[in-house]
């Protein structure tokens, strides 16, 4: 009777698992090939989430990719890690939240690793270009590139392609480099001394003859070559720049000051000689007037002008005694 009942229990357990014969699943894996149950049929497998029955080496239920079946298609972005299996970006970095790697912009592909992981990291210096003081890796940081730019000439701090121009490496671009050679000169200074403020090689103290002609006096018996704005320059270039420099003004006036120096001169020299020959004190007081008009309208300097009236008043007594004595004359012989 027990041997009766055990059979009957057997019996009913086979009828109640599906029979699968090894027709119906070549890769003996536990996905049916019938009907498209296993969509590897070929290959034992153990995925079931994006497939049925394909190979899923980590056991997280996504199947590994394949030629035909890719990450695009749904497969495990993470074949080997069974707590990650999305990517949507397909930058390396799991769409996972929790994780070490997990990745802090996921629709933007990216390569950092520093502060964000996955975002944008166009030079891959793995700081991510919104962290990052020279997004592009050209050499110079993305505030200096913006402040290099002009209405015509935009520089893209995010691009290395799109990048001021920098003479000397030192990341600062030459439009804002104030010493452009880096030879420690001031660029102004190089620029109003007429030397090279591109060439290192040439200052202002090695410009002429092609050697040293100046110093730079520190006080005491200190003396070099290296500029310092707040010391002594001695030199030969320091002495054309004042020469042509500071008193060229004054020298291209020279010729003016002469000029109107002879003309005052001629005119003073022309009015002393009408007083001297003038015998019409009539006319004494008109030039005297002239005088006047000419120191008035700053023709004619003022001490011109006070010697002049001086001399119209001598030549005006000088004419009143001759006529003095013209008169005095003719009543004597009157009489």
């Not at 939240?97 to 520093?114: A, E, I, M, N, R």
């Not at 004419?319 to 012989?333: A, G, H, P, V, Y």
């Amino acid at each position: 009777m027990h041997r009766m009942l055990l059979w009957i229990f057997c019996l009913f357990f086979l009828l109640s698992v599906p029979f699968v014969s090894a027709e119906e699943n070549v890769d003996l894996d536990d996905f049916s090939d019938e009907n498209g149950g296993d969509d590897c049929p070929d290959i034992w497998g153990n995925s079931t989430v994006d497939r049925q029955g394909c190979l899923d080496s980590d056991g997280d239920g996504y199947s590994d990719p394949d030629v035909n079946w890719t990450i695009e298609n749904g497969a495990d972005a993470f074949p080997s890690r069974n707590d990650s299996w999305l990517d949507f970006d397909y930058d390396g970095f799991p769409n996972h939240f929790g994780l070490d790697d997990s990745d802090d912009c996921p629709y933007t592909p990216g390569h950092s690793k520093v502060i964000l992981k996955g975002c944008s990291d166009i030079d891959r210096d793995y700081v991510p270009d919104l962290y990052d003081d020279d997004a592009d890796g050209d050499g110079i940081r993305n505030e200096m590139e913006r402040a290099a730019s002009t209405g015509l000439n935009l520089f893209d701090p995010f691009s290395a392609d799109s990048t001021p121009s920098d003479v000397d490496f030192d990341t600062i671009p030459d439009v804002l480099d104030d010493d452009n050679d880096n030879d420690g000169w001031p660029d102004e200074v190089e620029i109003e001394r007429n030397s090279n403020h591109l060439d290192s090689e040439q200052t202002p103290l090695n410009q002429y003859f092609g050697f040293q002609t100046g110093i730079i006096y520190h006080g005491g018996f200190t003396f070099d070559d290296v500029y310092d704005e707040g010391e002594i320059e001695i030199s030969l270039s320091w002495f054309m720049s004042v020469l042509t420099g500071e008193l060229v003004i004054p020298i291209a006036l020279v010729p003016v000051y002469v000029f109107f120096f002879v003309v005052r001169r001629r005119r003073f020299s022309t009015i002393n000689t009408l007083i001297e020959i003038e015998t019409d004190a009539i006319r004494l007081g008109e030039i005297e007037a002239e005088v006047n008009e000419l120191v008035k309208n700053r023709t004619l300097k003022v001490y011109h002008g006070l010697v002049l009236r001086n001399a119209i008043e001598l030549r005006e007594n000088e004419l009143s005694i001759r006529t003095s004595k013209s008169s005095k004359s003719s009543f004597d012989e009157s009489e």
